[in-house]
């Protein structure tokens, strides 16, 4: 048995190798999309209709009230004058408050929008943490060895030698 | 006489569910020398119970099919000239007759529930139906006394008639299969209230559990795709998806659904996460219910209101009795749900499952409480608030991104623990996979980071699975001394479980690179056209060359207006199989006008109208024209017009999800199921493998058609 003490060299090249790939994401031109003027219906995705008959739908979904138009010529009248998708929102935002935004603003009882999510998938951590601890308290010296594997693979078998063994031993397990 | 007779039939439908109930109740409670007989009475009354209700839809079809506009569903919702098919599928277009379809699914499913555990499940089939049955009370309760589809009125001319957005084949088909699932949540539900009822949490009720989830669970996958194809088909803005509370009521039952198919395995393996299969079977069905809280009480501002009424304080009052006896329940049998082993460390399955549920689940909070936060947001502050795609896709797609990784990790993990050096061995060439992706799309799109991380993720799973597929052949191959394609197929046949498992995750893949592609869509505003003009959209070149009126129509429809548009890419003219030019022809429809109330006074008014895009499918993408407006006089058009990169995928996903699932629900070979019918209450295995011995039980028990 081998303790795992720190990664191999080869474990750390397969790292290095993604962070490298990693790297156009950082320097990527961004959304050639966005870098263009945005149309009408880009500001509608991030704006509801409020008319009684549409049902809170994306202005770019709602069909031909005249809510809907009323607003969407606005976003056009405003795209005219050279604004920004943000600076249109933002318009919308000043203009009517939250009821039209998709996303409302993080401000007040809003904040709980994103917040309580965020916090649910967070406390979904401490009981995994929990158990992870009771483990490393009550477990001896841990030697981590793959156990779906019966035996290590020998040392001139095939790279792909250990997930042979990992497949073999799981179909040992489920076959008659 | 008809109507009265249904109503009839209604009540007759409770009082075997209350029947069936309190039967069961007594038998369990009886001496052992009566409990057969009652039981054999309780599974009467439930079959009773689905004849009486199958009847009462009888009914009701036929004073559609018949016009009977004396009852006032059938006025409010069908009219003469609507076709026969849309005649039918009116049924389920409003309250009363979408709850009567609920209630009769509830029954089928306490039927098959007690006809299929009637050999050989003496304590949780009949259980289990009975608990099914008293669901279905609840549901024929409330038709009975609040949403009375067979309520008698004075007979109008003619009938109000379908919603226009409702006459479309894909409404026949998607309410109905979208029932079946949320409905098939009570069974899970019922078996698990039934195995803590009786203290049997053992391997035939994991199987048993687990084909009752699989199959809700796929019929709401397709469901959900189909109600996608529905909106993209006929609401005409160019998406299938957008997070409406409606759309986000069917997806948290799944979310839950599908961390409990992945939990359950943990169960079966290690006897690990009992509590927690019990809680998400619960909320899963809670969520089914609640959906429909949500559809029907109209709390929730909603592009599908077509069914609203006053009974969400019912579906509430449900919510929480279910809520509190479910979870009591638990609570009481905390200790029967004990753990058997420990969690061995994060690098292993079950940490990869952990991992899974947990991000299923905060995925399905976070779905709830968006869909939720308008409300709480009106009463807490009282200001007006909207939760839309923007907040949806920032936190959902984080989440499914995480979740696609995840498809591709678990199973290239090992039970309970897994070296670091090995996790990296069997990462290495998904991760090659990915790298190599990331450039091609680069170089074949504009960037776009959300959609090349799916993209490339999508490739990482890719390699992940076709790779297990490949060393699963080989290993049989070896094991066996089977060559080619008999090892491959053996390998499916006998480890269907698992390998129906992986061709559902080849089937989440497909779903991703979908939905990776809405971040390249290419929309323009209404362009106005005469004839011979064009516009562009992408690559595309669209000319109109003039208004059309088909000549054969549905007898609803009073006329329908099509714009002809020829289609060309690169400047060349794209050919349809005859080798002529490919036309679309976006469209409107008009609907005759109808009413119940007063006719006449509606007759000046104009007939509804629904448009019908028009869209040209291949596996890179869709061209998707809208016609907005249209001028017979001068013969001009204004056309909207979306090419959606691809889309198709989306719906070819389906074909994964259906048939590794299928492969999963197959039946046992005979050889297995013989040594597998043994009685419950005989003697059998403990469910539970020993962390010594794992290959011990294989052979004998149910637990191999859950494990992966």
Known sequence: MKRITKSTPKLRRTFLLCALSLMPFGAAPGNTQTAQKPTVTEVARELVCDCPDCGKQALDQCGKCEIGEKHRATIAAQLQQGKSKAQVVAYFANTYGDRLLGNPRPQGFNRSALLLPALAIALGMVPLGLMLARKRKNAAPATLEQTDAPQAAPQNASPDAPEDERVKAALRDLDS | ?708
């Not at chain 2, 198919?261 to 009992?274: E, V």
């Not at chain 2, 008014?605 to 907005?628: C, E, F, K, R, T």
């Not at chain 2, 299928?662 to 050889?671: F, Y």
Request: hydrophobic fraction near 50%; include cysteine.
């Open chain 2, 1 to 708: 006489m008809f109507p009265t007779f249904g109503f009839t039939l209604l009540l007759l439908a409770a009082a075997c569910a209350g029947a069936s109930c309190v039967l069961t109740f007594v038998a369990f409670r009886a001496a052992e020398a009566q409990r057969a007989r009652l039981l054999q009475s309780a599974h009467h009354a439930t079959l009773a119970m689905w004849g009486a209700l199958t009847a009462a839809m009888i009914v009701l079809i036929g004073l559609f099919v018949s016009d009977d506009f004396s009852v006032a569903y059938v006025a409010g919702h069908s009219s003469l000239r609507q076709p026969i098919q849309y005649k039918i599928s009116a049924l389920w277009a409003g309250q009363a007759g979408s709850l009567l379809l609920w209630a009769w699914l509830l029954t089928c499913y306490a039927a098959l529930v007690a006809v299929r555990g009637k050999k050989n499940q003496t304590y949780l089939a009949p259980t289990a139906a009975a608990i099914t049955g008293a669901v279905a009370m609840f549901f024929i309760a409330l038709i009975a006394w609040k949403e009375n589809p067979f309520v008698v009125t004075t007979a109008p001319a003619d009938g109000a008639g379908l919603n226009p957005l409702l006459q479309n084949y894909w409404m026949q088909i998607h309410p109905p299969t979208l029932y079946v699932g949320y409905v098939g949540c009570t069974v899970p539900f019922a078996y698990a209230m039934a195995a803590l009822l009786h203290r049997r949490y053992d391997a035939e009720w994991m199987a048993v559990v687990r084909r009752w989830t699989l199959f809700p669970w796929i019929i709401l996958t397709i469901g959900v795709i189909m109600g996608g194809r529905w909106a993209y088909e006929t609401l005409g803005w160019g998406g299938y998806w957008a997070w409406d509370p409606v759309e986000n009521a069917s997806l948290m039952p799944w979310l839950t659904g599908t961390a409990f198919l992945h939990s359950l395995m943990i169960q079966a393996r290690r006897g690990m996460l009992k509590t927690w299969n019990m809680v998400l079977v619960c909320l899963t069905f809670l969520l089914s219910v609640f959906g429909t809280f949500l559809t029907r009480s109209g709390v929730i501002s909603s592009v599908h209101s077509f069914a609203e009424s006053d009974i969400g304080g019912y579906f509430l009052g449900f919510l929480a009795f279910a809520l509190v006896l479910s979870f009591g329940l638990v609570i009481w049998r905390r200790d029967d749900l004990a753990s058997d082993a420990e969690f061995e460390s994060p690098i292993s399955r079950e940490g990869a499952f952990l991992l899974n549920n947990w991000i299923l689940l905060g995925a399905a909070f976070a779905v709830l409480w968006g869909t939720v936060f308008p409300a709480i947001s009106e009463a807490v502050t009282g200001d007006t608030v909207s939760v839309g795609k923007p907040y949806f896709n920032r936190i959902m797609i984080p989440l499914g991104l995480i979740l696609l990784a995840l498809t591709g990790i678990g199973p290239l993990m090992a039970w309970r623990k897994m070296s670091l050096q090995k996790f990296g061995q069997a990462m290495r060439l998904p991760i090659l996979g990915a790298i190599v992706t990331a450039p091609i799309f680069w170089w074949l799109s504009a960037w776009h980071t959300g959609a090349a991380t799916a993209v490339c993720l999508a490739a990482f799973v890719t390699v992940a699975i076709v790779g297990e597929f490949w060393r699963g052949t080989r290993a049989r191959s070896a094991m066996t001394g089977e060559r080619g394609f008999n090892a491959f197929t053996n390998l499916l046949l006998k480890n269907r479980g698992r390998y129906g498992g992986y061709i559902v995750h080849l089937g989440i893949v497909m779903i991703f690179v979908g939905f990776s592609g809405s971040a390249f869509d290419k929309v323009t505003e209404p362009i106005h056209l005469k004839p011979g003009q064009s516009m562009k959209v992408g690559e595309y070149q669209m000319t109109f060359k003039t208004l059309a009126q088909p000549d054969k129509l549905d007898s609803s429809v009073e006329r329908e207006v099509n714009a002809e548009m020829a289609i060309s890419r690169n400047g060349k003219p794209v050919l349809d199989a005859r080798g002529q030019q490919f036309l679309l022809h976006p469209g409107v429809r008009f609907y005759k006008a109808a009413g119940i109330d007063n006719p006449e006074a509606r007759a000046g008014q104009p007939p509804q109208q629904a448009g019908i895009p028009a869209i040209m499918s291949n596996p890179a993408h869709d061209l998707y024209l809208v016609l907005s407006e249209f001028n017979e006089t001068d013969r001009t058009v204004s056309i909207k017009a979306w090419l959606n990169p691809l889309v198709m995928w989306i719906w070819i996903s389906c074909v994964f999800f259906i048939s590794g699932t299928a492969l999963s629900l197959l039946p046992e070979p005979r050889r297995l199921r013989a040594s597998q019918s043994v009685p419950e209450n005989a003697s059998r295995p403990s469910p539970v493998v020993s962390q010594n011995t794992p290959q011990v039980i294989a052979a004998q028990s149910p637990r191999e058609e859950i494990l992966q």
